[in-house]
């Protein structure tokens, strides 16, 4: 880990620092290591999710899946938008796809957060939203959160105008949604109303 620090210190430019993270072999041992992210110096909105899905580690392309496009109907964006990294940068708690477990994808890696974010976020020049998706992100990011996410999610405004936190868009959570109708009567019209606000500067 000694060496990724150093080069992480040392990358002065974001594309640097994106071809050291996706150069990581950190946890070579215990995964298949094939680190997906998007960012520029000029991104407005940063997506924090959990770790890439295997469709997403084959294709190397963040979000590419169900969850992505279920992603981009809540945010109200094209994958034109979503894909340019002016607007989005894209950054996982895990960069990594962390294999199957007895009951879905395993927990995204704990290395990547605490070695990569915050030099990324630093090297981001207007950043304006954090959008915290599912568990794991808002467990890192929001200290003064609520136990549970759907706390977090129906006090969303508390954490503005930093961080919005969200469920996970996977079509697992269809149960947890429909639980909470207000999660598309309320908080999906603010949501989207704030993206295009700040895409629209």
């Known amino acids: 880990m000694g060496e990724d620090t150093f080069s992480n210190q040392k990358a002065k430019s974001m594309d640097d620092l994106i071809s050291v993270i996706r150069a990581c072999r950190v946890c070579e041992d215990f995964l298949e290591p ?11 909105i940063l997506v924090v999710g959990q770790a890439p899905g295997r469709k997403v580690h084959l294709t190397g392309i963040p979000w590419n899946d169900a969850s992505g496009q279920a992603l981009r109907d809540w945010l109200g964006v094209t994958p034109e938008e979503f894909y340019d990294t002016n607007k989005f940068a894209i950054v996982p708690m895990g960069f990594c796809y962390p294999g199957k477990g007895p009951s879905g994808d395993l927990p995204p890696s704990k ?19 954090i959008l915290l998706i599912g568990q794991y ?28 936190p969200l469920p996970h868009p996977s079509p697992r959570n269809f149960i947890w949604q429909n639980k909470n109708p207000w999660f598309k009567t309320d908080v999906l019209p603010s949501l989207k109303e704030k993206i295009r606000h700040i895409l629209s500067k």
């Open 34 to 44: 094939n680190p997906v992210l998007q960012a520029s110096s000029q991104s407005k």
């Open 111 to 129: 290395v990547c957060a605490p070695l990569w974010h915050g030099n990324l976020i630093e090297k981001i020049e207007n950043l304006e939203l």
């Open 137 to 164: 992100a808002q467990k890192y990011y929001l200290k003064n959160g609520y136990k549970t996410l759907t706390k977090n999610v129906s006090h969303y405004h508390e954490f503005l105008p930093k961080y919005f």
